[in-house]
């Protein structure tokens, strides 16, 4: 005898899968549910062109086993080409250089504007590091927990790889042939899926766009204008990383780059500032128009949802915020009531 009629499953369903989704959040989930969600859209994305050449089922298969290779590929070639490049940079000078322009500049500003604000700004570099020194002592605890949430992040972002993996090889089975609440769960599971997949596919492209406008001022504009920007190359990774984020993110590796202009001179960072704000102006019209057509949300609306989960959730609020924004919104209007 059938427990719930399909009223109360869909309920149930909606229940479970709400109460899910808020817990993943406090309980360092989400990078295991993200990595997951990631490696079965990829696979379930490629593996037609492949079952095209082979049998249905080794085709998935052949699928998984190719894109765990390239994934463990890319982490070591990453790795050791950023540590490469950082060992590299620091010995040809470009750390000294940085330095020794930081502390041109601050004597300047500390010369500008020490009378009108005495003590705020450091003297010297060496001042400035003994500071920063200063305070990593005083929030070394808190520095410890983040590596460790880093290293658990990490962990659980491999074990959620492999689940995906996993779940995308699962053969799908009819829905006629499904108990009443496993099709309406599996319901929700898809939705959420789907939303996944329309927002991070969307930023990908925009942070795409957004990398490319960045590459081209920092390695053409700045040095047609005798201006180089140190760490280009790092920035520029960096500005695709957090570009992944929307909104936010952008404002992230912007802070970075104005951070850097600012080791080579005022004139340097204002002329970063002001370019980076018009990028920042065109990623709002693009999310807009990009993540917009695909959720039919407005940029604002992604903004509110971020804002709220940053405030209740952190900082990994900050980043689960557009997929659960998009698949609440979705559910809601599948529903009807908006």
């Known amino acids: 005898m059938q427990l719930m009629n399909e009223r109360q499953c869909v309920i149930a369903s909606y229940v479970i899968m709400t109460l899910s989704l808020l817990m993943i959040l406090p309980l360092h989930l ?14 379930t994305s490629l593996s037609p062109y492949v079952e095209r050449f082979s049998n249905r089922k080794y085709g998935r298969v052949t699928v998984v086993a190719i894109f765990s290779i390239v994934i463990i590929t890319l982490l070591v070639v990453l790795m050791v080409s950023l540590s490469a490049y950082v ?32 003590g705020f700004v450091p003297e010297s570099i060496d001042e400035m590091k003994d500071t920063l020194l200063r305070l990593s002592k005083d929030h070394l605890i ?32 009819s829905e006629k042939e ?10 929700r599971l898809d939705m959420l899926y789907r939303a996944f997949k329309n927002i991070v596919f969307a930023q990908v492209k925009i942070s795409l766009i957004n990398t490319i406008l960045s590459g081209l001022f920092i390695f053409i504009a700045l040095p047609l204008m005798g201006m180089h920007l140190p760490f280009g ?19 992230m590796s912007n802070t970075l780059v104005v951070l850097a202009a600012i080791s080579v001179s005022f004139t340097t960072a204002a002329i970063a500032l002001m370019y980076l704000v018009l990028i920042h102006k065109l990623e709002y019209f693009l999310n807009a128009d990009i993540i917009g057509q695909r959720i039919n949300a407005k940029a604002w609306e992604l903004l509110i949802a971020m804002l709220v989960f940053q405030a209740v959730f ?15 919104k979705s559910e809601m209007k599948k529903a009807e009531l908006i």
């Open 30 to 43: 989400l990078p295991g549910l993200l990595s997951g969600l990631l490696v079965y859209a990829l696979v």
């Open 87 to 118: 060992v590299h940079d620091l010995r040809g000078g470009g750390l000294s250089s940085v330095n020794a322009n930081l502390d041109v500049l601050l004597k300047k500003f500390q010369h500008e504007v020490g009378g009108y604000f005495p």
């Open 142 to 173: 808190t520095l410890q927990h983040a590596g460790t949430d880093v290293l658990h992040g990490f962990v659980t972002m491999i074990v959620g790889m492999i689940l995906g993996a996993l779940i995308s090889l699962h053969p799908h089975q």
């Open 178 to 187: 499904m108990p009443l609440f496993r099709r309406v769960f599996l319901q």
């Open 233 to 251: 190359k790092t920035l520029v990774i960096l500005t695709f990383v957090f570009g992944l984020l929307p909104v936010i993110g952008n404002l």
């Open 314 to 328: 952190g900082l990994i609020g900050l980043v689960a915020a557009p997929i659960y924004y998009a698949y609440f």
